[in-house]
């Protein structure tokens, strides 16, 4: 995006506009050199900062002539950690969801889960379990955030292989 300091306004690439009487076609923006677009007084925006996870903060922007702003407003913790610990149980259920026959058929017929499996399928909950210990005890939603982003899952037996 370009904002024109003759016309304040800004112009999407892609698109024509005017500026001065002139009709540029909506192709000028991809096609002219820097030195074309600050002739005619266009400054390409330039953002300060980065938008944040959306998952965790209301992400608006603030356009200042050249410069785009994020700001970034954290959602309601308790809100974000409710969420959190949904998506942890839902992952640990989706991972052993697959292997729970095993179980069965342990049950049934008295055959021993492999050792490797069991031994698998005790460290996805585990890792769920502490992970919602850590989401529980975070204090803001950038620590949440950084919680839910260094979850590791351990990988099965057949993804091990």
Same mark, same amino acid.
């Given at each position: 995006m370009f904002y024109s300091t003759t016309t304040n306004t800004y112009i999407q690439e892609g698109t024509a506009f005017e500026i001065n009487g002139i009709q540029y076609p909506q192709n000028w923006l991809n096609l &002219?050199? @820097?030195?074309?677009k600050a002739e005619i007084g266009l400054e390409e925006v330039i953002a300060t900062n980065s938008p944040a996870n959306q998952q965790y903060y209301w992400v608006s922007q603030e356009l200042n002539g050249a410069t785009l702003t994020y700001i970034n407003n954290p959602k309601d913790l308790d809100t974000c950690k409710t969420?959190?610990? &949904?998506?942890? +149980?839902? %992952?640990?259920?989706? $991972?052993?969801? @697959?292997?729970? /026959? $095993? #179980?069965?058929? !342990?049950?049934? %017929? !008295?055959?021993?889960? @492999?050792?490797? /499996? =069991?031994? /698998? +399928?005790? &460290?996805? +909950?585990? %890792? *769920?379990e502490n992970a919602?210990?850590?989401? =529980?005890? *975070?204090?803001?939603?950038?620590?949440?955030?950084? #919680? $839910?982003? &260094? #979850?590791?899952?351990?990988? !099965? @037996?057949?993804?091990?292989k």
């Open positions: &002219s050199t @820097p030195q074309e969420n959190a610990v &949904s998506q942890l +149980r839902t %992952t640990a259920y989706t $991972m052993l969801l @697959p292997t729970d /026959w $095993m #179980v069965v058929k !342990s049950v049934e %017929t !008295s055959t021993p889960i @492999p050792t490797d /499996w =069991n031994t /698998w +399928r005790a &460290s996805i +909950r585990t %890792t *769920c919602i210990t850590a989401v =529980n005890a *975070c204090a803001d939603v950038d620590a949440l955030a950084t #919680v $839910m982003g &260094s #979850v590791v899952w351990e990988l !099965s @037996p057949a993804q091990v």
